[in-house]
T-cell receptor, first 111, second 113 residues
């Protein structure tokens, strides 16, 4: 049982480049989330989804887009990366409002 | 807006002592509360989930209590070990809106051998 898997684990981007982070869960969870974690700021919600084909904005959505075409996958896109998007990104999933499970994170550096 | 606070931000204890970590939240209307552990450079591992109707949950050496009326939860770790060194995060889920988790910034714990 893999749980929540994030790809890639590390990435370095140049300013203005684009990339997509992939999150996959094998627990048949309806809810999926993308967070970023920065020193002194804690975990902040970027976007989330309560089901296949639906997405919604979190606290810090600017500069990011998401898609949930399949129930098990939640993609986070950066169209034009900025140094302010240097962070550790975490994906999570939950069965409704119950226990949330997190992936191992993607460490992104934008230079 | 729900605010979650964890004080102190960092603490050290000698091996064998019991660890007591506190989490406070401003809005007592919660759906549930979850404690996580995070090791350096790693993801969050779920430790315990307490539903709003529960007063405590136990798993091995871990015990978490919940006092909704005072907006507090406490995580107890009995007989601490060096392997318990990590950051512990508390998160609450409200019963309204989109039920999104609100996180504290964590307690960074070092258990000294």
């Amino acid at each position: 049982n893999a749980g929540v898997t994030q790809t890639p684990k590390f990435r370095v981007l140049k300013t203005g480049q684009s990339m997509t982070l992939l999150c996959a869960q094998d627990m048949n969870h309806e809810y999926m989330y993308w967070y970023r974690q920065d020193p002194g700021m804690g975990l902040r919600l970027i976007h989330y989804s309560v089901g296949e084909g639906t997405t919604a904005k979190g606290e810090v959505p600017d500069g990011y887009n998401v898609s949930r075409l399949k129930k098990q996958n939640f993609l986070l896109g950066l169209e034009s990366a900025a140094p302010s998007q240097t962070s550790v990104y975490f994906c999570a999933s939950s069965r409704g409002h119950q226990e949330a499970f997190f992936g191992q994170g993607t460490r992104l550096t934008v230079v | 807006k729900q605010e979650v606070t964890q004080i102190p931000a960092a603490l050290s204890v000698p091996e064998g002592e019991n660890l007591v970590l506190n989490c406070s939240f401003t809005d007592s209307a919660i759906y549930n509360l979850q404690w996580f552990r995070q090791d350096p450079g790693k993801g969050l591992t779920s430790l315990l989930l307490i539903q709003s109707s529960q007063r405590e949950q136990t798993s091995g050496r871990l015990n978490a209590s919940l006092d909704k009326s005072s907006g507090r939860s406490t995580l107890y770790i009995a007989a601490s070990q060096p392997g318990d060194s990590a950051t512990y995060l508390c998160a609450v889920r409200p019963p309204y809106g989109n039920n999104r988790l609100a996180f504290g910034k964590g307690n960074q714990v070092v258990v000294i051998p």
